[in-house]
């Protein structure tokens, strides 16, 4: 996600406190803490506490992974690519040992086959149109981009679509989860974890010499990424599984069709065990749900917090255009590669399974055509 | 742009909570992965157990 399209200040406005918005981000924060510790559970809260450090994180550091991934296809940088990595590796450090040895916990895998490359690969083209990822979206939306609240409302449908589609794709064929550890034991799994991150820093920086451009990650996405990947930890230790994105959105987009009369009842997606107790209990019974709704009030009262909120003007109908079809892309593409780049590729990844390295490499020619795609709705392709 | 964050985010608050408070109740909060024969993120299951 680019600076550029989160709200500017109005012109003239001085960078000062909006009392109003960090009140209100700070209020339904609260809120939500407070009805899940009623209920007494704790970890909830601090699924709520963590969602809310990471927009903050994500929008003071301004880490964008969809930002780092086209200035690296069209110049060949890779300081945000390196960023992006830093992450799984902080977070890899306690997932892959911790999914392994206790029975509490678990990582984040996923199946191989065509669901997962057509999955990343639609959701590669809708991240650079709507110029926002999973966590893009969440905290630019929350940090006062209004295009961006398209984006996450389209991204919402399109969960609900994917959740349709998924079903028919699974029949295609597969291989089950390719796991490090399950061949390598806890400590040799974070091993060739780490090792992959390795190799693929090592490609990356190769790229970007070979075409004389920037490889050295700037100092916000540096402690950035170490800060998102400890509070990934955090996430993971409060919600027993990595952070993830996208089924929140599947669940929110869901409840509110079926209280408008769709019936889901004969989905096959919605017949799972998880995804039917999603939808049959609370929505902060979700542990997806409960860090996405941190973090965009984390976001709101980060950027209410340093400047007047939301004062934008909304741009031009073709961007909102692209945001609406890039959401869309992203919410179907989501559910068909099992998540997002966080659910998916951060969080396949520093579980040390291999769907996450293939989301990724599926996922960036998406992006390339994504790229392409931009000035047809007059955004660069920078 | 500020008037339609406020209604987006009490109408959003406002269905978070009811939907929370006429919900039954489920236990601590889960992930469709925490389901016996989950194989992803979303519950979906193992290629090998369909």
Redesign the interface.
């Known amino acids: 996600m680019s600076t550029t399209t989160l709200?500017a200040p109005a012109a003239g406005a001085s960078a000062s406190i909006d009392r109003l918005?960090l009140s209100?981000a700070l209020a339904?924060s609260a809120?939500?803490i407070a009805?899940?510790l009623l209920?007494g559970?704790a970890?909830?809260a601090a699924?709520i506490l963590g969602g809310f450090g990471l927009g903050v994180a994500f929008l003071k550091a301004e880490f964008s992974y969809t930002a780092s991934w086209r200035r690296f296809l069209t110049r060949g940088e890779a300081g945000g690519m390196l960023g992006g990595l830093i992450v799984i590796a902080v977070a890899a450090f306690v997932i892959v040992p911790v999914a392994a040895l206790s029975p509490e916990f678990?990582g984040?895998?996923?199946?191989l086959?065509p669901s997962l490359i057509v999955g990343a690969f639609t959701f590669g083209i809708g991240m650079q149109l709507a110029n926002g990822c999973g966590s893009g979206t969440l905290y630019t939306a929350g940090g006062?981009s209004?295009r961006m609240?398209i984006a996450l409302l389209f991204f919402i449908i399109g969960c609900v679509f994917g959740?349709l589609s998924?079903p028919s794709f699974?029949?295609l064929?597969?291989?089950?989860?390719v796991l490090a550890s399950d061949y390598f034991g806890r400590w040799g799994g974070l091993a060739a974890t780490l090792l992959s991150l390795a190799i693929a820093a090592a490609i990356i920086i190769a790229i970007a010499r070979k075409r004389g451009a920037n490889f050295v990650p700037s100092r916000s996405y540096v402690v950035g990424g170490i800060v998102i990947g400890l509070l990934s930890i955090a996430v993971f230790v409060a919600?027993?599984?990595p952070w993830?994105v996208t089924?929140g959105f599947?669940v929110w987009g869901t409840?509110a069709a079926s209280a408008l009369g769709y019936d889901f009842s004969q989905s096959p997606?919605w017949q799972?065990?998880?995804?039917k107790?999603?939808l049959?209990?609370?929505?902060?019974?979700?542990?997806?749900s409960?860090t996405d709704?941190g973090m965009l009030f984390g976001a709101m009262a980060a950027a209410a917090a340093s400047k007047p909120?939301?004062?934008?003007?909304?741009p031009p109908a073709k961007s909102l255009l692209a945001a609406a079809i890039g959401g869309l892309l992203m919410g179907w593409g989501a559910?068909l590669g099992?998540?997002c780049n966080i659910?998916?590729f951060v969080?396949g990844v520093a579980s040390g399974s291999l769907h996450g390295w293939v989301w990724f490499v599926a996922a960036l020619p998406g992006c390339l055509i994504g790229i392409r795609l931009r000035p047809l709705f007059g955004l660069s392709k920078d | 742009m500020r008037t339609v964050y406020i209604i987006v985010l009490v109408l959003g608050l406002t269905a978070i909570v009811t939907q929370h408070l006429i919900s039954p109740s489920t236990g601590r909060a889960v992930s469709p992965e925490d389901f016996g024969g989950a194989c992803a993120p979303c519950g979906a299951p193992c290629p090998s157990k369909r």
């Not at chain 1, 064929?173 to 989860?177: E, K, L, Q, R, S």
């Open positions: 709200a918005f209100l339904a809120i939500l009805l899940v209920d559970h970890a909830s699924l678990g984040a895998i996923a199946p086959g006062g209004g609240l959740s998924l699974l029949a064929g597969g291989i089950d989860p919600g027993g599984h993830s089924f599947t409840k997606f799972w065990a998880g995804p107790h999603a049959q209990g609370s929505v902060l019974s979700d542990t997806s409960l709704f909120f939301a004062r934008g003007a909304w559910r099992f998540g659910g998916a969080g």
